[in-house]
């Protein structure tokens, strides 16, 4: 069911001045433009990186969600660059690519831009990110707000201000402290001097890799 907020967006045609500069930010990236399918023409994934921040801005609860909105709103196909809606398997496959790559470069572009250097103090947690029931790729785990859930994880590594250093993308059943393990190679780069995080992160392992 598509809310009244996406409605009242889409027919009075206002944009969020802050989605507004967050799409254009991303209209300066660079990424790798190939086709998801051959024989297809090819979607820019700037454009359906700009659904991801639809779906999420406008609590769109699935792509299937998604696509029906776009297929209803030629408001919001047109402020994402779409001339036509992608089909449900172009934005799983978009998704897969976003989650394993494509923010990875985007975080990098990011850091590069507020020029972020040496953070003596770093924070790391994880996030819930619940999924359908009917999501075979999800699995359940335990959270203290949610208690059981089926979906993912998302894992961060930021600084005190809350800008995203490092981040890995797992299901809902992985370890926090297992994960840990992963986040801090990628920002071994920078002088750290502290890292906190909750009891999740309370393990030899961890305690041994931050040093």
């Known amino acids: 069911m598509i809310s009244n907020f996406v409605t009242e967006h889409a027919i009075n045609s206002e944009m969020d001045p802050l989605l507004q500069a967050l799409f254009q930010y991303i209209d300066q990236l660079s990424f790798p433009e190939t086709s998801y399918m051959t024989g297809r023409p090819p979607i820019s994934k700037k454009s359906l990186l700009k659904c991801?921040?639809?779906?999420?801005?406008?609590?769109?609860?699935?792509?299937?969600?998604?696509?029906?909105?776009?297929?209803?709103?030629?408001?919001?196909?047109?402020?994402?660059?779409?001339?036509?809606?992608?089909?449900?398997?172009?934005?799983?496959?978009?998704?897969?690519?976003?989650?394993?790559?494509?923010?990875?470069?985007?975080?990098?572009?990011?850091?590069?831009?507020?020029?972020?250097?040496?953070?003596?103090?770093?924070?790391?947690?994880?996030?819930?990110?619940?999924?359908?029931?009917?999501?075979?790729?999800?699995?359940?785990?335990?959270?203290?707000?949610?208690?059981?859930?089926?979906?993912?994880?998302?894992?961060?590594?930021?600084?005190?201000?809350?800008?995203?250093?490092?981040?890995?993308?797992?299901?809902?059943n992985r370890n926090d402290a297992a994960v840990a393990l992963k986040l801090f190679p990628s920002v071994k780069e920078w002088d750290i001097e502290f890292a906190l995080g909750d009891a999740a992160y309370d393990s030899e392992k961890v305690r041994q890799m931050a040093k």
């Not at 978009?94 to 985007?106: C, N, T, Y």
């Not at 003596?120 to 699995?139: E, F, H, P």
């Not at 859930?149 to 490092?166: A, D, E, P, V, W």
């Open 52 to 172: 991801f921040f639809l779906k999420t801005y406008f609590s769109i609860d699935s792509l299937r969600q998604l696509v029906d909105t776009l297929d209803r709103f030629g408001y919001l196909r047109w402020i994402c660059g779409l001339k036509e809606v992608p089909h449900l398997s172009t934005f799983s496959r978009a998704g897969k690519w976003f989650r394993e790559q494509g923010f990875s470069v985007f975080n990098a572009q990011l850091l590069k831009d507020l020029g972020v250097r040496y953070p003596k103090i770093v924070i790391i947690d994880s996030t819930v990110l619940r999924s359908s029931l009917y999501d075979s790729q999800a699995r359940w785990g335990i959270s203290t707000r949610y208690n059981w859930f089926k979906g993912y994880k998302l894992h961060l590594c930021t600084t005190t201000r809350g800008i995203i250093l490092s981040h890995v993308f797992t299901t809902a």
